[in-house]
């Protein structure tokens, strides 16, 4: 295993919950870091700019004083998800926000950039980038992440098209850093599954949507339990890049699933994420609905560390009955 640093030994399941545009809030970071997961949100999430200040001092004061009072299993770390796109201008101010308060785990998205990496290290802060790719994880190498989150096919929102088989294995030729895997997790079995692949970490994110404190209303949470992977459609045309989301998001915003056009991957921005605009009404994240293919073994709308703690339990139980 490739985490050695002291912050992954806080972790009291391999697991990194996925930065959800809209979703992830403070409440839900500070249940997923009480349950012994990464926590993370993306930073445009906190609205407005200076909003983001305050999401980091109260993830940081809440979780130092659980520490307190539970020295003998403290929090997990948090995370701060950054779009590294041209298109991102709250970027320089993000940036500067996260490396003045020494946030542990930076999760860089849609490009990878060496200044931010280099800003990130100038306080002992790790990057992990997103990808899809080969081509995009050696780039990511190069420009001086710590390591890499493999967004194999299934996975929420923007998503790749590679088994994570074939993503995994070839990656592990030539890394030995710190790898996550995304891509219909949502079971202990799963997170069991994507360590024997090869990944160090299962990154998960559909399934905290199902969930008290995450920032959805409730017919998304309901779409999330009573759907399955046959409820899910791969397309570009909400913000330019291909993602995953629920058909019944589409037909509630007057779209037929059966007849989207392509968009042009030149007019991607985030300039006004998270609610990148596709027609209309119809906006990607708010009306129309991330989701991941696994969304079919979440059953219920469950507290963070009730979910958690299933997850424990059924990665605990995987790894002894494959061991017997």
Same mark, same amino acid.
């Given at each position: ?18 930065? +959800?545009?809209?979703?992830? #809030?403070?409440? !839900? ?29 109260? *993830?940081?004061?809440?979780? %130092?004083?659980?520490? %307190? ?64 790719? +080969? ?12 390591? !890499? ?57 559909? %399934?905290? *949507? ?25 397309? #570009? ?21 059966? #007849? *989207? ?42 507290? %963070? ?5 299933? !997850? ?13």
């Amino acid at each position: 295993m490739s985490l050695d640093a002291p912050l992954w030994q806080r972790l009291r399941l391999p697991v990194i919950a996925a930065p +959800l545009f809209i979703i992830s #809030n403070p409440d !839900l970071v500070i249940a997923q870091c009480k349950a012994g997961v990464v926590g993370s949100f993306p930073a445009l999430n906190a609205r407005p700019a200076s909003a983001l200040q305050e999401w980091i001092d109260r *993830i940081k004061s809440e979780l %130092a004083a659980y520490d %307190a009072a539970h020295p003998e299993a403290p929090s997990a770390p948090f995370a701060v998800n950054l779009i590294v796109h041209r298109s991102n201008e709250r970027l320089e101010h993000d940036l500067e926000v996260c490396v003045k308060n020494k946030v542990p785990l930076i999760i860089t998205s849609l490009g990878a950039r060496t200044d931010v990496n280099e800003a990130i290290h100038s306080y002992g802060g790790i990057v992990l980038h997103d990808i899809i790719s +080969l081509e995009h994880a050696h780039k990511a190498i190069a420009k001086g992440a710590d390591g !890499l989150i493999a967004v194999a096919a299934g996975a929420g929102g923007h998503a790749g098209k590679l088994s994570p088989f074939a993503l995994i294995s070839e990656i592990r030729t030539w890394f030995d850093g710190p790898l996550a895997l995304s891509g219909a997790i949502s079971t202990g079995r799963g997170v069991l599954a994507a360590q024997a692949m090869g990944a160090d970490l299962a990154y998960i994110g559909s %399934a905290f *949507i199902a969930t008290p404190e995450a920032n959805a209303n409730e017919a998304y949470k309901n779409a999330i339990v009573e759907g399955t992977a046959n409820d899910i459609i791969y397309t #570009n045309y909400f913000t330019g890049v291909h993602g995953n989301y629920l058909v019944s998001s589409l037909t509630a915003a007057g779209i037929d699933p059966a #007849n *989207i056009p392509e968009s042009d991957p030149s007019k991607m921005s985030f300039s006004d994420a998270p609610n990148s605009k596709a027609s209309g009404s119809a906006k990607a994240w708010s009306t129309i609905w991330g989701a991941g293919q696994g969304i079919g073994c979440v059953s219920a709308v469950l507290p %963070a560390a009730e979910f958690v703690a299933g !997850l424990a339990a059924e990665y605990r139980n995987a790894r002894t009955k494959l061991a017997g």
